[in-house]
């Protein structure tokens, strides 16, 4: 139901046993015609922190700017700014594998500065990064990812990831924002 902005679902449970032939009892219905809402994402509501300063940040906890910090405050500072819930549980690593050019046409990628790492891998129109921040020390996944049969991209950052059609984009057009590129 795309114009009433609302999922029309149907759900129903059903209890089977194993057999040559599956034996099912009881069937409930959970959910008939409900209507459930989409919820819409604000795409200009900006930061969970509007108006973030690390510098602020650190200010405020007494702390000298980039100094590194404790296992609480870097769960404090990671919660604060909403990017926990989107973290991996094993971090990247740019000394092992695959952080290696695996893409068999000859690219010319530019050198890219530490602490960043990148590679192109074997549809040479996937880029993936690990990023190591020394404060906090985290290493961040990130990766961009082109696919030219579906006409569609995807950026993400460790398990937050947008994908956008490449179809309808409005290039010049920032993402989420009136400003024009």
Known sequence: LYTEMYFLVNMKIQFCYESTEPQCDHQFVILHNTKLPKIQCDWKSGFSTPGFSLDTWYNEHSLSSGSNLEDWMISDFLDGLGISPYLHVEQCSRLSSPFYPSCANNINLPQIPEPTSCYLDTSCTRVECCVDVDFIPYSFHTYLDIDPCKQMFTVGI???????????????????STNTA
Not at 158 to 176: A, P
């Open 158 to 176: 460790e398990k937050f990831h947008r994908k956008i059609s490449l179809t309808n984009y409005q290039w010049g057009q920032w993402i989420g």
